[in-house]
C-alpha cells in the first residue's frame, strides 16, 4: 500500500538544504530547469525575504508546503510574491489537483486584495506538466501569455570579447569594493525615477544574501564609469549564483541603469558572467526572463531550455474562512473566538458527515463552486436547508468557473 502525504509548513533551519537537494536532484534528472534551481530558492530566501520585510510585504518563504512521504520530499509549493510555482517529482503528477486546493487556501495572504474582497490568485506551472493545461481551464483559470517565461542557458564558451565605449570598464564585484554603490545601482535599473538624487538602497538584502551557503562561491558582475564626478560610477550590475554541486549558475538580478542602456553594456556584462562560469567549470549558466528581457537575453547567448506558463483567476479574499460549500464560517461566533477552527480545518466524525466537505476533500476541490457537477442534487438538498446555505449557493455561484455561468 502506496504510504499517504504528509504536508507541511517550511521550516528553514530543517529544510533549506533538504529542499535545495531535492531541486537540485530535479535538475540533474532531466538537465533541464523543469522546477526551481536550487540557487533561487537561496535568493528567495534571503534576498527576496530581506526585500519583503523593507517593504512591510508578507514573506513568500512563510509560504512554502512541502509534501512528502516517508522522509522524501515529493513535491513543495514555491512562492515569489504573487505568483504561487509548483514543483512535482516524475511520479507524483497526481498531487497537483490537491495541491492547487490547498494553494488557493492557504496563499491567498500572498496577493493584494481589489476593491471588490477578491485577489487575483497567480498559479505558475511548467508546461512541460502533464494534465495541468486541462484543470486549470477545468478550474476557471485564464492564461496570460504576457507573462509566460522562459528558463534559458547561457554558451559557456570563450565567445568574443565585447569592447565598451571609451571610460568605461568591466569588473567583477571584488575588483569595486563599494557595496553600497553596486547595490544602489541595480535599484536604480529598476527605479529610475531616482536618477539625480544620490540614491542610496538599504542594504538589508544585499547583506541577507550574504548568509547563503551558495554565497561564497558566486561573483558580480558589473560596469563602471571612469568618470569620477559621476554620483554612481556603477553602471550596470548582475549577481550569479553558483552550485558545485549542480555545475550550474543562476545570473539574478540583472540591471543597467536608464541612462547607460541600449548601448550594449548589459550585453558585455552577461558575456563577461558567462566566460566567468566556463572559466570555473560549471556546466550551465541559466537566467529566467519573460516580456522584453527575452530578446535582451537571446542577444546575450541564451537560449530556451523550459517555460512556465502563468494563469490566474479571481478568487475571495476570505476563502479559508469560507466552508467548501460557501458558507461563511467567520460569520460563527464560535470560529471568531478559535473554539471552531471552520469546516475546512475541522475532523468530521464518521456517524456526523458534512456531505460537501467530504465530497470536495475527494475530489480535491477547493469549494462546490469549483465542480464540474455544480450545482449538483446534493447541493440543491444541502442549500434549501436554511438561510445560510441558500447564501452559500449564492456565493458558490459566483465563484463557480465562468463557463459553468455561460
Known sequence: MEEAYGIRRFQPERDLERLAAYLRRRWQESRKPVSWLPQRLHDLYYRMSAMEADESRPRSADYIFLWEQGSEIAACLLPDGENIYFSLKPGHEALFPAMLAFAEQNCLPLFRQAEDGRVKFWAAVSDGMPGARQLLEARGYQPFPEKEYMSGAGPLLPGQELSLPKGFRLLCGEDWPDEAEKWSALRLGFHPELEGTDYRAPMGPYLARKGSSLYPDSFECLVVTDNAAE????????????????????????????????????????????????????????????????????????????????????????????????????????????????????????????????????????????????????????????????????????????????
Request: charged share 25%; glycine share 8%; hydrophobic share 35%.
Open 231 to 406: 554620483a554612481n560610477r556603477v553602471c550596470a550590475y548582475c549577481f550569479v549564483y553558483v552550485d558545485r554541486q549542480s555545475g550550474t549558475a543562476l545570473i539574478e538580478p540583472v540591471s543597467t541603469r536608464e541612462p547607460y542602456q541600449h548601448r550594449g553594456f548589459g550585453r558585455a556584462m552577461m558575456q563577461a558572467a558567462l566566460r566567468r562560469c566556463a572559466a570555473l567549470g560549471l556546466e550551465k549558466c541559466y537566467v529566467d526572463s519573460f516580456g522584453w528581457r527575452r530578446e535582451f537575453y537571446a542577444a546575450a547567448g541564451f537560449a530556451s531550455e523550459d517555460s512556465v506558463s502563468f494563469w490566474s483567476r479571481m478568487l475571495p479574499a476570505d476563502l479559508a474562512q469560507l466552508g467548501f460549500c460557501g458558507v461563511d464560517c467567520g460569520a460563527c461566533p464560535d470560529f471568531s473566538s478559535g473554539k471552531c477552527p471552520g469546516c475546512r480545518k475541522s475532523q468530521w466524525p464518521p456517524e456526523d458527515p458534512c456531505p460537501p466537505v467530504g465530497c470536495c476533500r475527494e475530489k480535491n476541490i477547493s469549494c462546490c463552486g469549483d465542480c464540474r457537477d455544480f450545482p449538483c442534487r446534493m447541493m440543491a438538498d444541502f442549500n434549501a436547508e436554511s438561510d445560510s446555505h441558500r447564501a452559500a449557493l449564492a456565493r458558490m455561484k459566483d465563484l463557480a468557473a465562468p463557463h459553468k455561468n455561460a
